[in-house]
């Protein structure tokens, strides 16, 4: 089945570290660029990061709010793609998806994983 | 960064009736490689958001043909031809052609 599922998600105090997970399936994930995008609760999308695939250099690009805290990285080997979150504040309150890249869009996103900051 | 945005915020149309919205960005969406990444993405409650049109009037594969993307530079159309009950939820607009990507507001699409 073609699909991506986060994990990893939870309710983490101020300050902590927390990894997500996506797990992809029925593509060739080296391919992909990726993505994560959260929704804050009520709120719109938020774009938060980008990892290219290694033939286009494996760079990264960050979203001011996260840039310095957030880590995003991929294991081509395992098709898995994460997000190293430190320093998290109560604002990264959100659901978390992954996202693959397609023509400047998005063409498959997962199910989300749901992280709450708070103490 | 470049700032999206969408009139109306909220379209409440009858069912078999015609529906547009519109997105603006702030500046041009014009790419250096000479593409234009709008793209339009629908969400309905509890669900990940999915994808409609890509680079301003691509539909994406599954997509209806009632869905159509039109526009250029800075100001861009989404059109539903016939409202059916499937297409209620939020619409957003979204940029690809300048880092960092940015989502209009969405628009919340309901039923009168």
């Known amino acids: 089945e073609v699909q991506l599922v986060e994990s990893g998600g939870g309710l983490v105090q101020p300050g902590e570290s927390l990894r997500l997970s996506c797990a992809a399936s029925g593509i060739t994930f080296s391919n992909a660029w990726m993505y994560w995008v959260r929704q804050a609760p009520g709120k719109g999308l938020e774009w938060i990061c980008r990892?290219?695939?290694?033939?286009?250099?494996?760079?990264?690009d960050y979203a001011a709010p996260v840039k310095g805290r957030f880590t995003v990285s991929r294991d081509d080997s395992k098709s898995t793609l994460y997000l190293q979150m430190d320093s998290v504040e109560t604002e990264d309150t959100a659901v978390y998806y992954c996202?693959?890249?397609?023509?400047?869009?998005?063409?498959?996103w997962g199910q989300g994983t749901m992280v709450a900051v708070s103490s | 960064d470049i700032v999206m945005t969408q009139t109306p915020l909220s379209s409440p149309v009858t069912l078999g009736q015609p529906a547009s919205i519109s997105c603006r960005s702030s500046?041009?969406?014009?790419?250096?490689?000479?593409?234009?990444?709008l793209s339009w993405l629908h969400q309905r409650p509890g669900q990940p958001p999915r994808l409609l049109i890509y680079?301003?009037?691509n539909r994406f594969s599954g997509v209806p043909d009632r869905f159509s993307g039109s526009g250029a530079g800075t100001d861009f159309t989404l059109k539903i031809s016939r409202v059916e009950a499937e297409d209620v939820g939020i619409y957003y607009c979204?940029?690809?052609?300048?880092?960092?990507?940015?989502f209009g507001p969405g628009t919340k699409v309901d039923i009168k």
């Open positions: 996202a693959r890249g397609y023509g400047g869009a998005f063409d498959m």
């Open positions: 990892i290219k695939r290694k033939t286009d250099g494996g760079t990264t």
């Open positions: 979204m940029q690809g052609s300048q880092i960092p990507f940015t």
């Open positions: 680079k301003i009037s």
């Open positions: 500046q041009s969406l014009v790419n250096s490689d000479g593409n234009t990444y």
